[in-house]
C-alpha cells in the first residue's frame, strides 16, 4: 500500500527568505486588528457587560429580525442586542442591565423571557442567562489576568526549557496569535463571552506545540551543526518538521472542522475562534516564530556553556556523528 | 525497543483494561446502572449546559447583616442594663445609639460604669481563633461606652451567617424536590445553587431568594394618617411600605416597633385555602410560647388591627374579631398556589439570617442540554473517524497503531473523569475533540521522526528507537505548556470553562499515556514477532 505524504521529503524551502515580508505582515495583522477591536469594538456578552440573554428557537419560520428587534423593544428593558447562532432558526436576544436596585435585575430576566413567549407564541426559550454588573467586572478582570498569566507562564516555561531567545519567541508569537483571535472577534462581531477567553486560551496553549516542536529541533541541530550559520540552521530544522507542522495541523482542522460543522450551534463561536487559532498557528510557527531567533541572535553557543543544557537535551551533546548523513 | 519487558506489556493492560471497564458504567442506561454495585456506579456527570438546569450565584448584603448586628446589640445592651435582680440591680442610660457603625450610650451614675463594662463583656464572644473578641468596648469621657465591632467579629459573623444560609437554602431547596442539587460557599459572602433538570427557574429564586423575616405586629391605631402620609408618627411606631399588589390601594401602614410574634416561634407552615373565599393562603402553627403570647394579645386587642409583616413589607392586616388561642394562624395576601407554597417553604426552613440577591443566573432547559450532547456526540465521533482515516492513510501500519491507542485514550478519559465524578460540559465535548487532535500529534511527531530517520538511511530498528526517543522530548514540552493553560483556566474559570480545562488536563495526560507509551508497546511486539527489515511508513 502507498501511503499518502501530505509533504514531499527532503523539502528544501528557504522560508527565511520571506522573513521581512512576513514579519511585516504579522505587524500590519496585529495593526489591524487592534485598529478593529479600537474602532469596532468586540460584541461583548452578558458575561462582560452584565445584562439577560434569552436563547429562543423558533419552530417555524424566523421573523425578520427587525420585526423581533422592534418586539423585544416593547418588553420595556431597552435596545435588544439580536445575534444569530449557526443554524438558522436560532437566535439569542440580550438586553443591557437594568437600572434600578438589585431586585430589579432580579426580575428582568424573567421579564424578558415572559415578554419574548408573549409577542412570539411558538418559539422556545432555551437557556436564559443574566448577570449583574458587578459579577461581570469579576469575570473581565478574572479573564484578563488568566490570559495574561498563561502567555507569561508559558513564555517563562520555555525560557526554562530552551533559552531566553526562545522565550521572547513565544511571547511574540503568543501576542500575534491572541491580537488576531480579538481582531476575528471585532470582524466577524462573534459575541465574546467567557467561552472565547476559554478558546484563547486554548489557542495560546495549543499553538505552542507548534512553536515548541520547531524550537526543540532547532535546539538539537544547534548542537549538531555547530558551524552552520544560523538562518540555513533554522531554514533546515522548519523544513525538517515540515511534514509534522502540515500533518498535525490537517488532523486538528479535520476534528475541529468536524465539530464545527455538525456540533452544536451553542459552541459554534468556540470553535471558530479554535479553528481560527489552529490556522494562524500553522502559519507562525513556520514564518513567525523562528525569524524572531535570527534577530535574537541566537547562536550554537546559546546552549553549550550554561548549566541549563543539562536541563534540555544536553544528554545529545556527544551525538556529534549524527549530522553526516543529510 | 525490543526489550519491551513484560511487567511493562501486563502492567499497561491492566490499565487499558481497568480505562475499559470504568467508562462502562457512564455509557448505560440510569435503570441498568442503578441495578449495578455501588463501585461500578461512578459515571461522568453532565453539567447543567448539557443536563438542563439553573445555576445561580447568591450575595450576602453584608450591609444589611451589619445593620442587623448593631440592632441586635442595642437589644442586648438594653436587655443587659436592666438587671436580672429586680430594679435595683438596673443601671441606668441614656443618649442610646447605634448611628456610624457604634454602639454609643451614656452610664448615668458613673459608678457604676465598671459594672455596665462587665455585662456588656460577657455579652461579647471571641471571634474565632483570632484571640479579639467580636466586639471592642472602650470608655470615653470617663461616663460613655462605645462599643464597636471588631474586624474580626464581622468577618465571623459574615462566615456564621453564610453556613446558616447556606443550609437553610439547602433545605429549601431540598423541600423543593429537586434531585442532587449542588450547594456551596463560594469566597466570603457568596453562595452557589446548582440544580440539574430543573425547568422553572422562577421558582427556585422566589425560594432561596427570600429572606422569609415573619413578624406580626399590632396597627398603630393612634397614628393620624395625614401625619403620617407626612412622614410623622407617634414615638414606638414606625411606618411600613406594604407589598407590591398588596394593601388595596394602601401604600403603607404605622405599625408599633415591638414585634409580638416572630418566625421564630413557628413550628409549621403550610399551604392552603381560605375556607371563606378560596384563596390559597399560608397556615402556621406557632410553638407553645408564641401560642401563649398570640392568645394574649389577641383577647387584649379584640376590634383592633394586627399585620404581618415579611421581610418589611406588609402582607395584609386584618381585624382581630375574636382571641385566637389555638396557636395557628393564616397568612393571607394575594398569593397563587406555587407563591403560597414558596413562602410556606421558606417560613418552615427559617428565616435567612441575611439578605441574599441573586447576581448571576444561567440557565438551560433539558431539551437545549439534550440537543447540544447529541449534536456533540455526532460531532466528536465524525472528527475521530475522520482524525482516524487520515491516520491511517498517511502512516499505514503506523497509523493504525496510533488509532488503536486513540480509542484506547478515549476509553481512558472517560474511566478518569468517572472515576473523579467529573463534570463533562458542553465546552467540554470540544475539550474532547481537541484533544484527539493533541493525542495524533505526539504520534505524528514519532512517526515523522521516524521516516527522517530511515530517510537519513538507518536500520529499522534504529529508526523507530530514535524517532521515540527524539520526539518525546518535544511531546513532553509541548504537552506541559498546554496542561498551563488548562490549570489556569481551572483556576479563574467558572462552570462550563472548568469543565473544559478537566477534560483537557486529563486528555493531556491520557494521551501522551496512549500516544507514547502505548503506541510503542504494539510496535516493539510487531518487532520481536516479525522483525521486518524494511516498513513502510
Known sequence: MRLLKLVPDNT?????????????MSFFLVAISIALVATKGLNLGVDFVGGQSVRVEFTQDMPPIDEIREKVGKIGLGE??????????????????????????????????????????TAKTGSVETVSGKVSGELIRTGAISLGLAIIGISIYIWIRFEWQFGVGALGRLFHEVSLTFGLFAVTQMQFDLNSVAALLTIVGYSLNDTIVVYDRIRENLKKYRKMDIVPLLNLSINETLSRTVMTTVAMVLALGM????????????????????????YSSVLMSTPVLVWLKVGPDSFIPRTTAGMGGGERVERKDDGAVV | MLDFPRWKTIGISIILLLGILFSIPSFLPEKTRDSLPSVAQAKVNLGLDLAGGSHLLLEADVADLRKTQLTNMEKTVRTAMRGERGPDDDIAIGELSNAGGKISFLVRDQAKL?????????ETQGAGLTGQRDWSIDVIDVTRIVMTPTSAGQTQAVANAMDTARDIIAKRVDDLGTREPTIIREGTDRIVVQVPGLQDPAALKELIGKTARLEFRMVDTNADPNEAAAGRVPVGSEIVPYAEGEGNGAAFEVLRRQVMISGEQLINAQQSYDPQNNQPVVSIRFDSGGSSTFAKVT???VGKRFAMVLDGKVLSAP??????????AQISGSFSVASANALAISLRSGALPVKMTVVEERTVTPELGADSIRKGAIAGIIATVSVLVLMLVVYGRFGVYACVALVFNVFLIIAIMAAFNATLTLPGIAGFVLTIGAAVDANVLINERIREELARGRKVFQAIE????????????????????AALMFWFGSGPIKGFAVVLTIGIV?????AVTVTRMFVAHWLRTKRPTTINI
Open chain 1, 12 to 24: 528544501n524551502i528557504d522560508f527565511l527568505r520571506w522573513r521581512k515580508w512576513a514579519s511585516f
Open chain 2, 114 to 122: 465598671d459594672e455596665a463594662r462587665e455585662r456588656l463583656f460577657s
Open chain 2, 319 to 328: 381585624s382581630i374579631k375574636e382571641p385566637i388561642l389555638g396557636g395557628s
Open chain 2, 510 to 514: 491520557t494521551s501522551v499515556f496512549t
Open chain 2, 299 to 301: 383577647a387584649q386587642n
Open chain 2, 466 to 485: 530514535l524517532g521515540y526517543t527524539e520526539a518525546s522530548r518535544a511531546i513532553f514540552d509541548a504537552n506541559v505548556t498546554n496542561v498551563i493553560a
Open chain 1, 259 to 282: 465539530l464545527l460543522i455538525f456540533g452544536p450551534d451553542v459552541i459554534f463561536g468556540f470553535t471558530a475562534a479554535m479553528l481560527f487559532g489552529v490556522f494562524i498557528g500553522g
Open chain 1, 80 to 121: 435588544a442586542t439580536i445575534q444569530q447562532f449557526g443554524s438558522d432558526k436560532a437566535i439569542s436576544i440580550r438586553t443591557a442591565l437594568p437600572e434600578g436596585d438589585k431586585s430589579a435585575a432580579e426580575r428582568a430576566g424573567q421579564q424578558l423571557v415572559a415578554g419574548i413567549q408573549k409577542a412570539f407564541p
